[in-house]
Every structure is written in C-alpha cells, then in structure tokens.
C-alpha cells in the first residue's frame, strides 16, 4: 500500500491569499511529481522533482511554485491564488525500495476552489 | 499537444461482460505504459502495466494489450464487477514522467 499523503484534502480561499498544498511520502521514494487535473481531464504534469534540492517545471505552465528540502517532504506553494488556480492538485512519489521506477504512487489529492 | 488519447470518454457495461478501453499514443519514445482507476474526490491507484518489449500482460481479471506498431494499448476487464466503476486512466512513460489520457468512465450496470 502507497504511503502518501496530502493536505489539506479540501480548501476554500479567497482570491489574493497565498497557499501551501503539502505532500509526504514515507517510502523513501526520491522521485516525487505534482499533477493539475480539471474534471474530464488528463492529469497535467506541472512540476517534479529527481531528488532534494532538485525540482523542475513540467509540462503544463504553472504559477506555483515548489521546493524539495527532505526527501519525503515536497509541497506546492501559490503566492497569490486566483479563481483560475481552481482545481485539483494530485502529489505523486516513485522509485526507492518499493517498486523502482515503472510505477507512480499518488496520494488522495487536494481540490482547490479560489473565489 | 496531447500525447496519449483516449477517445471514448464513457463505457457503460453490463455486470459480467467484457470491458474494453482503448488508447492511442505518438510518442515513440514512450517505454512503459500504466492504467490507473481513479474514483472521485480520490487520487489514481495503479491498476495493471505493461513494458513497451511485450504485447501482453495479465493479472487475475485485467488483461492489457499492447501493439507498438499502431500505438495502440488495450486494457480488458473480465468479468467486470459494480466495483470497477471508476474513472481509468491511461498513462505513459519517457524519462521517468508520465503522460496521462483524459480518461474513461466506466459504469458496470446490475
């Protein structure tokens, strides 16, 4: 079983505040990805990470920004959210003793709403 | 630019039937391919994968299929359950990123 894990799992907030999505993984996992997902969409890669102190952008342009101090700990930061940030942000780990590389671990994703 | 597609956006099945789920692919550089359930207000769960050397991989009622010279995968579900009702992603691999379909939902009828 994956051991990944995000919060808030739901937040309401108010355009202009700035915001802190977390993820932890307890897998000793190095890889570690942040997915955007809008209903009856595909999951949109917007930042990873290859180990600490490494992140990158993904494909999808993003606003937010990331940091990957710990190996386990890999939060997503919005400095100043807009109703257009509104969707949900998946968190995903992979590599380390558990499964290599093939396979992405995602944890339970936290559904942004901005008013 | 979309690198994998699932063009059916829904499968409505009856209870013990086959499910078929299909997804295309451009990307050659693609080396792993992975289907993923997802239910609502929940993150993807692995379901079943295959490497981009083989054209078949099973386990217990999932079955997928690849064919590298289409681009085309396939997963199988038989027989299918209430339970598979989900959302199934397909995604695939380059570099150790994936690339994921828009998904198909699938509703297993009683």
């Known amino acids: 079983e994956a051991d990944i894990y995000q919060t808030p799992r739901y937040l309401v907030i108010g355009t202009g505040k700035k915001i802190t999505l977390e993820c932890s993984q307890t897998m000793g996992h190095d890889k570690m990805y942040w997915y955007q997902q809008d209903p009856g969409m595909e999951l949109h890669l917007i930042h990873y990470?290859?180990?600490?102190?490494?992140?990158e952008k993904g494909d999808l342009s993003s606003e937010s920004t990331v940091s990957r101090i710990r190996t386990e700990h890999f939060p997503l930061t919005l400095e100043s959210a807009r109703p257009s940030h509104t969707s949900q942000y998946l968190c995903?780990?992979?590599?380390?003793?558990?499964?290599?590389?093939?396979?992405?671990?995602f944890g339970p994703g936290t559904r942004l709403t901005v008013l | 630019d979309q690198q994998v597609k699932q063009n059916s956006p829904s499968l409505s099945v009856q209870e013990g039937r086959i499910s078929i789920l299909n997804c295309d692919y451009t990307n050659s550089m693609f080396d792993y391919f992975l289907w993923y359930k997802k239910y609502p207000a929940e993150g993807p769960t692995f379901l079943i994968s295959i490497s981009s050397i083989k054209d078949k991989n099973e386990d217990g009622r999932f079955t997928v299929f690849l064919n590298k010279s289409a681009k085309h995968l396939s997963l199988h579900i038989v027989p299918s359950q209430p339970g598979d009702s989900a959302v199934y992603f397909c995604?695939?691999?380059?570099?150790?990123?994936?690339?994921f379909g828009a998904g198909t939902t699938v509703t297993v009828r009683a």
């Open positions: 990470s290859y180990g600490v102190n490494s992140t």
């Open positions: 995604a695939a691999r380059n570099d150790y990123k994936l690339s």
């Open positions: 995903a780990s992979s590599g380390g003793r558990t499964s290599g590389y093939n396979e992405q671990f």
